[in-house]
T-cell receptor
Framework: DAKTTQPTSMDCAEGRAANLPCNHS???????VYWYRQIHSQGPQYIIH???NNETNEMASLIITEDRKSSTLILPHATLRDTAVYYC?????????????FGKGTLLTVNP | DAMVIQNPRYQVTQFGKPVTLSCSQT?????MYWYQQKSSQAPKLLFH???????NEADTPDNFQSRRPNTSFCFLDIRSPGLGDAAMYLC?????????????FGNGTRLTVT
């Protein structure tokens, strides 16, 4: 899997949008960008994934740059329960290498 | 709700005493994974099963073994736990196919070695 680079930590005020960046400059054409988060003492939770188009679901939006070398996860209205470690991961979909390899992630702290 | 269930949530074992952690799933996924997560670190893949085919990561110690008796269940066996094996152990599942599904994780078993 291509490596990703994320800030170690970020803060966000409750009710504001949280924008979490990720660099994946060596991403291959068949690799998707996945986002997971892990709330303290729980298992990682899938958030969203995308290939090259922007994606939105009930949890978040994913913005991928046109050259696919970076992306941003957007939580539109952060709550205290969104405090977690957020992992940006690139992963082949549809191929034989389907494993998920975690990097260090970003600790997002949502403040009241 | 379909889910991945790990039991127990907390497990205490003695140094050198074999221990087994269990995972079950109701998602009918064909791939099951075991990850190890030590304090303040990211989850690290130990091995996975694709159906009945076992796939070990190159750096997983021999002390760790796994069994998958059927689609729904997977076990992690630690033959002789050391103090360094204290960690959260996470089970995950996914569906491998033309469109590999995201991984679904259980809430983990936190293992303490005394």
């Amino acid at each position: 899997d291509a490596k990703t680079t994320q800030p170690t930590s970020m803060d966000c005020a409750e009710g504001r949008a949280a924008n979490l960046p990720c660099n994946h400059s060596t991403i291959s054409g068949n690799e998707y960008v996945y986002w997971y988060r892990q709330i303290h003492s729980q298992g990682p939770q899938y958030i969203i994934h995308g290939l090259k188009n922007n994606e939105t679901n009930e949890m978040a939006s994913l913005i991928i740059t046109e050259d696919r070398k970076s992306s941003t996860l957007i939580l539109p209205h952060a709550t205290l329960r969104d405090t977690a470690v957020y992992y940006c991961i690139v992963r082949v979909v549809g191929g034989s290498n389907y494993k998920l390899t975690f990097g260090k992630g970003t600790l997002l702290t949502v403040n009241p | 709700d379909a889910m991945v269930i790990q039991n127990p949530r907390y497990q205490v074992t003695q140094f050198g005493k074999p221990v087994t952690l269990s995972c079950s799933q109701t998602l009918n996924h064909n791939v099951m994974y075991w990850y190890q997560q030590k304090s303040s670190q990211a989850p690290k893949l130990l091995f996975h099963y694709y159906d009945k085919d076992f796939n070990n990561e190159a750096d997983t110690p021999d002390n760790f073994q796994s069994r998958r008796p059927n689609t729904s269940f997977c076990f992690l066996d630690i033959r002789s736990p050391g103090l360094g094996d204290a960690a959260m152990y996470l089970c995950a599942t996914s569906r491998k196919g033309p469109d590999n599904s995201p991984l679904h994780f259980g809430n983990g078993t936190r293992l303490t070695v005394t």
